[in-house]
Structures are given as structure tokens and as C-alpha cells.
């Protein structure tokens, strides 16, 4: 069974912080790239950070400098260090998986910014 279970959003004011987990079972953890998506009322799902098996990244231009992804292969779990936040970050964020374009959705968390 697969399973990817995200954790840590919850509610925070303007200029605050959260770290988002994303714990991953029944993969290959290591050999899939990992990615935060999220999805805000009346818009499209978009990419947030994307971490390849080589550990590259990639960040949409709105999250660069303020949003680190990472990962952690020992314990299967992938992060998402957001810093000064904005009330545009509010959204559900999802975490994916994707080996070769077999990809895996977790059920999303709630970020809600604000000011």
C-alpha cells in the first residue's frame, strides 16, 4: 500500500514560518522525486518545490528565497521549510512522488496566512 501523509500546516499570521512533512511508505522512497504542490480556492494546482533523487530542486518563481525543500532518505520523509509567509501562500498542499511517471498523491494539509 502506498502511502504519503503530510503534516505540519495550521494557521499562522503574516511573516511566520511552518515546516510541512511529508512521510512516504509503500515506494522506492530514493529513487522517486518528491514535490510540495498546492492548490488555493479558484485556482489551478501548481508546483511549489521539486527535490530529484540527485537532490536538485526547483522552486516556482513566487516561493524562491522564502521555501526550502528537503529530503531525508534514512527516514522517507520529504519537508517543506516555508519562512515569511504570505497570505498568497494560503492553499492545500500536497505532497507527490513520481518514479519514471508513476506518481502518488498524499491527502494535503491546510496553510491559512494571515494578516
Known amino acids: 500500500q502506498v502511502q504519503l501523509v503530510e503534516s505540519g500546516g495550521g494557521l499562522v499570521q503574516a511573516g511566520g514560518s511552518l515546516r510541512l512533512s511529508c512521510a512516504a511508505s509503500?515506494?522506492?522512497?530514493?529513487?522517486?522525486?518528491m514535490g510540495w504542490y498546492r492548490q488555493a480556492p479558484g485556482k489551478q494546482r501548481e508546483l511549489v518545490a521539486r527535490?530529484?533523487?540527485?537532490?536538485?530542486?526547483q522552486y516556482a518563481d513566487s516561493v524562491k528565497g522564502r521555501f526550502t525543500i528537503s529530503r531525508d532518505n534514512a527516514k522517507n520523509t520529504v519537508y517543506l521549510q516555508m519562512n515569511s509567509l504570505k497570505p498568497e501562500d494560503t492553499a492545500v498542499y500536497y505532497c507527490?512522488?513520481?518514479?519514471?511517471?508513476?506518481?502518488?498523491w498524499g491527502q494535503g494539509t491546510q496553510v491559512t496566512v494571515s494578516s
Open positions: 507527490n512522488a513520481d518514479r519514471w511517471g508513476v506518481v502518488y
Open positions: 509503500g515506494i522506492f522512497f530514493s529513487r522517486n522525486a
Open positions: 527535490i530529484e533523487t540527485s537532490g536538485t530542486t
